[in-house]
């Protein structure tokens, strides 16, 4: 199919193409407030031709965010919004927030509030015992999924993306490794999977038919006794079946358990060990060989997973890893997926979808190294591009 440069409708959205930047936390909200360091990060992909720009990470609350210095829903966090939504809308593109809660991997210590998990927990990040939420407080979860959404809206954003995946809070839940619960919440997979459920009915109620609803699904948690792939086809059939989504976005792999799993490529082990802080420095040289373990890079590396998707489901599907050049896009295309999500190939050539239209045999300059991980302690980027990079002239969408 070569309509991936066609506008396309999502939901109540219509996109100028298929082609989505995906979520990546930034590193540039020390206040965990937009800065215009933020705002420029994505004016310059959005620039560059996307249809749709992801901004991370949006936590629900401050307990909810990886770190203290991500951006979390409130009122205060309206004003710097609004600029970045407009910045976006400004070069064409339209703007998702991707709404969640880091549960298990939040650090409880960097936030000073405790960290989630279905049952209780030790946390490798901030040495402590994570909590393990009641019914009531679950339920209240859901209400700040809503809370978060509807600052979204306020703030712009034409969409949102509800994060279900690498084992943060909803995606910790659907894992019988992580999940050992006794209530309604635990146990089967019907109970395991029913806040995800929860969240996206609740939001389509909240701004459904206004905002595009797209949910980040893991195909497979990579970790042994963790969700596989035939518990995470039903839980899509379930999310399908209950039309509280508009799109669901594939991935893969545990921010806990097994991030590599998601990136494929170098393992930048020894970037890493720099970075972290003094603790978990430590721990990380005993177990960073196994915890970030090496997956051969290779276009479309998830599509064999998420074709067993696709298969099953007749909602819209974006496909997510290894997606970096126009024959990439071709093949997703050709297997029905709907839309394509591209990261690390936007960080080092923000303007690449201009290059591509401009001419379909471009070769993305990642190399997949994986260096760019590591640097969202200090405002994520590809290291091996210049600062300056204009996007050259007479590239122009207009």
Request: neutral net charge; aromatic residues 6%; contains cysteine.
């Amino acid at each position: 199919m070569n309509d991936i440069f066609e506008p396309v409708d999502l939901g109540p959205i219509t996109l100028r193409n298929r082609v989505i930047k995906a979520a990546t936390f930034e590193g540039r909200t020390p206040d965990a407030l937009v800065t215009d360091e933020l705002i420029d990060f994505h004016r310059e992909v959005a620039a560059g031709g996307v249809g749709m720009n992801t901004v991370a990470y949006c936590a629900i609350t401050p307990g909810g965010r990886t770190d203290r210095h991500q951006i979390w829903m409130r009122p205060e966090a309206v004003p710097g919004l609004t600029r970045l939504t407009d910045a976006i809308h400004a070069e064409g593109a339209k703007a998702s927030a991707q709404i969640g809660h880091a549960g298990p991997v939040a650090n409880a210590a960097s936030n000073r509030a405790p960290a989630l998990a279905p049952t209780k927990l030790f946390s490798p990040l901030s040495m402590k015992m994570m909590q393990s939420p009641s019914v009531a407080e679950i339920q209240e979860l859901v209400q700040a999924f809503v809370r978060a959404v509807l600052i979204a809206e306020e703030s712009g954003f034409d969409a949102v993306e509800l994060h279900f995946g690498h084992n943060y809070l909803a995606s910790s839940f659907l894992s019988p490794l992580l999940n050992r619960r006794k209530d309604a919440y635990g146990g089967s997979l019907a109970n395991r999977a029913r806040m995800a459920r929860e969240i996206a009915m609740a939001v389509r109620e909240a701004v459904g038919g206004r905002l595009a609803i797209l949910a980040k699904l893991s195909m497979e948690d990579g970790a042994p006794g963790g969700l596989g792939l035939e518990e995470s086809l039903q839980v899509a059939s379930w999310l399908e079946a209950d039309g509280g989504l508009d799109a669901l976005e594939l991935t893969a792999g545990s921010s806990l358990l097994n991030p590599m799993l998601l990136f494929h490529g170098d393992a930048p082990r020894k970037a890493f060990a720099k970075v972290l802080p003094g603790p978990t420095r430590l721990g990380f040289k005993v177990v960073g060989r196994g915890f970030l373990r090496e997956y051969p890079y290779q276009g479309t590396y998830l599509l064999e997973r998420a074709r067993q998707f696709r298969r099953e489901l007749s909602m819209p599907l974006v496909l997510l890893g290894g997606v970096a050049e126009y024959e990439d896009m071709q093949r997703a295309r050709s297997e029905g997926f709907e839309f394509v999500a591209m990261g690390r190939a936007l960080l080092r050539q923000p303007e690449l979808l201009q290059r591509i239209q401009a001419d379909v045999t471009t070769r993305s300059a990642c190399t997949h190294c994986n260096e760019c991980m590591p640097s969202i302690y200090t405002g994520t980027r590809c290291v091996l591009r210049l600062d300056n990079v204009a996007i050259p002239e007479g590239l122009s969408l207009q």
